[in-house]
């Protein structure tokens, strides 16, 4: 059986946000955990803002949020968490936003590809291997060692297409 490449499909119109969001969280504390690294209570409020729906926020409207909950958030106090996060593979940073958002699956390798709805503003995640190793063996003959690859694709979603 095949690696299926869809890590985080589209919202489906039936989607539980509450199940959704509970699920990231409990997964961010199990591979916290399992690595010997601490969630701290600010950390997963940030994780919690940037799930709190499944469109890319940016690191501002983070710090908004949470100066609504207290005062002395600061820019440092975000960036920080978001970092920490990004190293651990619980968010993503979608570069042409400069926006993240959670990963559909913390601990897989972070090369993603996003396809971006231009409508609706939704995220899905694939990590398709076929695109992967098409782009590194292009890259190697080519003489280039890939490090890296985040390949984000902005279209239509079939729910904003359809309705």
Known sequence: MGHNPVIAPFRESNHS????LDAAVSAAERACRARGVRLTPLRR???????????????????????GEQRSAAPPTVYRALAFLL????I???ES??????CG??????TSQFLICRRCGEVAELEDDAVLN??????GRLG???DSQTIEIRGCCARCRNG
């Open 144 to 146: 280039f060692a890939v």
């Open 97 to 102: 936003l400069n926006a993240y958002i959670g």
């Open 92 to 94: 993503h940073r979608i």
């Open 134 to 139: 098409q782009i590194a063996d292009t890259a």
């Open 105 to 110: 699956e913390p601990g897989h390798a972070a």
């Open 87 to 90: 190293r651990q593979g619980l």
């Open 17 to 20: 946000h509450r199940r959704c």
């Open 45 to 67: 409020r940030v994780l919690e803002l940037v799930w709190d729906s499944h469109e890319p926020v940016k690191a501002y409207d983070i710090l908004d949020r949470l100066r």
